[in-house]
């Protein structure tokens, strides 16, 4: 047996409108139980509104939530009425089963009791009868049937009127039947029956158990109206091709071309949030569209561009992204011109294009301020000011345009101006964002974040507010993250997760997820970052824009930790692959933190001056412009730059100038990490200095700086704390160590040798075992002086062995 299967498509009607048009019938003339209608109703609603409620996270068949077959359609009845009984726990079990056969039987019974064309055709004409402005919808050819259908107008229990809404379904429905061709009547009848087979069975079942049930006739004698024409009617019946015993079936589907639309404007916007695959059903209604069909609906082109854009294929992203605005502009959507360009400038941003990306975003500009499209220019500025701060070298090439300081005076005016909230909240986001590059005071910062948030917090929750909320919620999880209280950061990750929910875009929760295991590393819960970050491989696996991000940051992570336990060989490949993926990524912040892994990688290898030069060649970077300059990183990079000096250079004393200038500058902003990080590094270059007369001044400071230490929740720099704490102790009083202090120098250095056994740390595990074992000379305690000594080769060996370790 052959099989073929087709497609055809409407502009109103298509065959799941059907069973929606007899139920509202069998509601018009009284067909259905009065106790039964609430949930009739309800459910009528559900399935006029189709998809367009449907959850853009959801995981159901899209196209039956748009086009629903029949069998689904009594899933929702019965579902419907149970729940409606069940919460008014009104009727008997078996009573509520009567009313859900009832309905269904009705149901089918109308389907079914559609015998040939004409009766389709006059069933889809005579619901112009349950409107009372059904005069004004009957045409003269069609008078006959119009005062047949005052016979049954009398028995007509519940008129609507066009403007209600049932009555505009069904206004709809008569219009389209009106600008009906013959030759479209018939292929909807070729659907319909199609579309009704699959039902056939629990019909037939019906029918035996009740032998008295047949079609509900709601519209009274059907023949009344039927032309009677043979010949017609042979040739109908050449046309339908579906024979019970014959070898040939074809399988022809119906779809509503506005249905559609909005079907496919459902999944753009599914994608966008959401990325992920398009559904198989269909993915096989777009393969089966000819060239013609795509051009009624243009979304289609769009589906495809997202597509292509996710597996990052940039010829078929331009040219289905083309195709799209051809079929707009050909239709006459100029208002959507600037909104194309911007598409094409995201686009073009993606795949590295940098330069016609700022082409085509000043174009779009140009275009929204001649249509005087305020919105659109105040969103384009937005896109603009996020473009520019992940390419800050771009501000300088192209000297023409605003820079971030006009961007964002221009929005938080505008965007107040024009009365759109969520965008003058992302203006403010922008503003803490410019702030904390430039390094200004913390709570200039939370200012303009809170103002963020009091704008949020004001609005409804549709789906727009709780995405930018939980942008905000991410910027300030980052904000605090820098600053080093941790706690507060992970709070805002998980307020973030929790108020969008399933609603969050996977792009956000992505980068929710890298901030989250950034956290959990820190802390010292390797495994448990690595097995995070693991755990959404899957998800992101096929998409390359996210797949980018994410390995990107989990080669960092892992080059970090293989630098950590001295497998400098894994990491050095790791950072090479890393050098060369880093072009495609756009993000200036992993650029500097790819730098900075490179500096302590060379630092490592005990190449000072490869690792110096590494550090200058940021410095040159991160100050050529103001829009180029990062406060965080180069702090980061003037302590690094300062450590390496301490370690290498026969003048160490020449780091404490650098040291202190990076500890004033972090402190204007408030960042803990950072004060912490470059105190304990001016406590170890003054003990390289002098290790006895600056013990005392390294004392005061880490009594001052341990609680703030601690408060970061960086278990590296606790560690690294208790460590100088002990060994400052030791140094201090070695010649007249009591057995009062032996304990306390004894928990500060066990602190930090677990420490840093957690974090895997080699270099400074050696570190605390060669004071150990000094206190263990000072003892004279031999054989702790021998254990500790095994303990030091075990961790040499492993640290000269580490080039033997695979990549895994």
Known sequence: ??????????????????????????????????????????TLVELIEGGRNTHFNTDDDIVSEFFPPVLLIMERLQHSIKLFFKNQNSET?????????????????????????????????????????QESLISDSDTKCFHNGQKMRKRLKKPLHSSSFLGKFVSSISIATNTLMFDETV???????????????????????????????????????????????????????????????????????????????????KLQLYSGTIPNSLKKILLSMTESQRGTVPSSYYIKYLECWKNGDYEGSFRSLHRYFDYMMSNKQQLFYHYALLSLATLHSSFGSDEEALRAIDEAISVARENKDLNCLNYLLTWLFDFLKSRPELSYKFVDHPGREQILQFLKLKTKESKNPILQSMAYQHEAVKQMLEGFPLRKILNNLTRAFFILLNLDSSLNTKMSFCRSCQLTATVWARVGIQSVAELYIDTALQSAGKDISIFDEVELVLQRSLILYSKGDIDDAFEYLESYEDRVTGEAILMKSWQTRYMLLKADFWIRRYRLRQAGVLLDNLKSQISQIHDYELGCELEFECALFQSKLGNPTEATQ????????????????????????????????????????????ILLNSLNTAHKSSLLTLISKGSLALCDVLLR?????????????????MPIILQTGDLQLSSKGYYLLSYTFFMAKKEHLSDDELPRIDVYLSKSLLGFKKLRDLEWIRKCLQLQKRIALKNKDKKQQGDISISIDRVEAEIESGDQYGLC
Not at 27 to 37: L, T
């Open 187 to 269: 292929r909807l009848w070729d659907a319909f029956i199609t579309y009704r087979a699959k039902s056939e069975e629990i019909w037939n079942n019906m029918k035996n158990v009740n032998k008295n049930l047949t079609s509900n006739k709601a519209w009274g004698n059907r023949g009344e109206c039927n032309s009677k024409d043979e010949y017609i009617q042979q040739k109908v019946e050449q046309n339908t091709i579906v024979e019970l015993g014959g070898t040939t079936v074809q399988e022809i589907t119906s779809y509503s071309q506005v249905d559609l639309a909005q079907l496919l404007e459902f999944q753009v916007h």
């Open 93 to 133: 079990e078996q009573t509520v089963k009567n009313y859900i056969f009832q309905v269904q039987s009705y149901l089918l019974g109308e389907i079914w009791g559609i015998h040939d064309i004409d009766e389709f055709y006059s069933f889809l004409k005579r619901s112009q009868a349950l409107l009372v402005e």
């Open 689 to 705: 200095i002098d290790p006895v007369n600056s013990s005392h001044d390294v004392e005061e400071i880490l009594s001052e700086g």
């Open 614 to 657: 590494i550090i200058f060649n940021q410095f040159s970077r991160l100050k050529e412009s103001v829009n180029s300059f990062n406060n965080y990183w180069m702090i980061n990079f003037q302590i690094l730059y300062a450590e390496i000096i301490a370690k290498q250079s026969s003048s160490p004393e020449r780091a404490i100038s």
């Open 1 to 42: 047996m052959s099989s073929g299967k087709e497609l055809i498509f409407t502009p109103i009607i298509d065959s799941s409108k059907l069973p929606i048009l007899v139920l509202i019938t069998g509601y018009c003339y009284g067909r259905f139980p009065a106790k039964s209608i609430p949930p009739i109703l309800s």
